[in-house]
Structures are given as C-alpha cells and as structure tokens.
C-alpha cells in the first residue's frame, strides 16, 4: 500500500489491497487461483467522469496475468 500507480493517463495511491480466490475454472486450470483487487486514490492527472477523478477512486483488479506501472 502506499504504491503510486500510473494507469489511464492519471496517477493513483494505493491505500487498500485485497485478495481473494478467483471461481474461473480455465484460470485456476493455468495456475491463476487468486484475483488481487486494489483501490487507488485519485491523485493527478486525467478525469473519467464515473469512474475516477477527484472525488472517486478506482479500483483496480486481476489475476496473475496484470501488470501495472508503479512508480519507484
């Protein structure tokens, strides 16, 4: 938590994780058993009306097959 994600022209703060078993059976059959879903604080950046700005976050979520740009 704390990470700053790059995604959809804007950034987010991550500030809640979680993690739960994914009901996909072709997904579970190619080694993805868990889903992470992870909320992200609109800090910058472009604005979705519906879906992320300043007073929305977004959540973000995937299987192992997700990768997003994190900021060092």
Not at 35 to 60: H, L, M, Q, S, T
Request: aromatic fraction near 12%; hydrophobic fraction near 40%.
């Amino acid at each position: 938590m704390g990470n700053i994600v790059h995604a959809y022209g804007a950034r987010f703060e991550i500030f809640e994780i979680h993690t739960y078993a994914e009901r996909d059976e072709n997904l579970i059959a190619m080694g993805r058993d868990k889903v992470v879903a992870a909320v992200g604080k609109w800090i910058d950046g472009r604005i979705e009306p519906g879906y992320f700005g300043p007073d929305k976050n977004f959540n973000f979520q995937g299987n192992a097959g997700v990768s997003l740009m994190i900021e060092c």
